[in-house]
Nanobody, 116 residues
Framework: QVHVVESGGGLVQAGGSLRLSCAAS????????MDWYRQAPGKQREWIAT???????NYADFVKGRFTISRDNAKNTVYLQMNSLKPEDTAVYYC??????????WGQGTQVTVSS
């Protein structure tokens, strides 16, 4: 089973940028969809973006134009570039994929805090 580990979170001022990384312990070449989610305190986990093999990407409306998801299969890593950050982007950010057995796989998350 391939485990994923997120990194790159931290404290940033509103309007700033961060790049999150999701490093997989094995190959993600056969993983069609890699996702980012987030969960703010007291709220449900919500989907942010998906990167498919072949280059297609999809985004939640609230991050379109600000966040960019990408993947580097050679490095077994998925990225989330976050620009124009807002205080409401404060959350724990999670990497996710569904494996061949149709099981959800999550990382431990990385905290992003945006100060106003």
């Amino acid at each position: 089973q391939v485990h994923v580990v997120e990194s790159g979170g931290g404290l940033v001022q509103a309007g700033g940028s961060l790049r999150l990384s999701c490093a997989a312990s094995g190959s993600i070449v056969n993983v069609n969809l890699m996702d980012w989610y987030r969960q703010a305190p007291g709220k449900q986990r919500e989907w942010i973006a998906t990167a498919a093999n072949g280059g297609n990407t999809n985004y939640a409306d609230f991050v379109k134009g600000r966040f960019t998801i990408s993947r580097d299969n050679a490095k077994n890593t998925v990225y989330l570039q976050m620009n124009s950050l807002k205080p409401e982007d404060t959350a724990v950010y999670y990497c996710h994929y569904v494996d061949r057995w149709r099981q959800d796989n999550w990382g431990q998350g990385t905290q992003v805090t945006v100060s106003s």
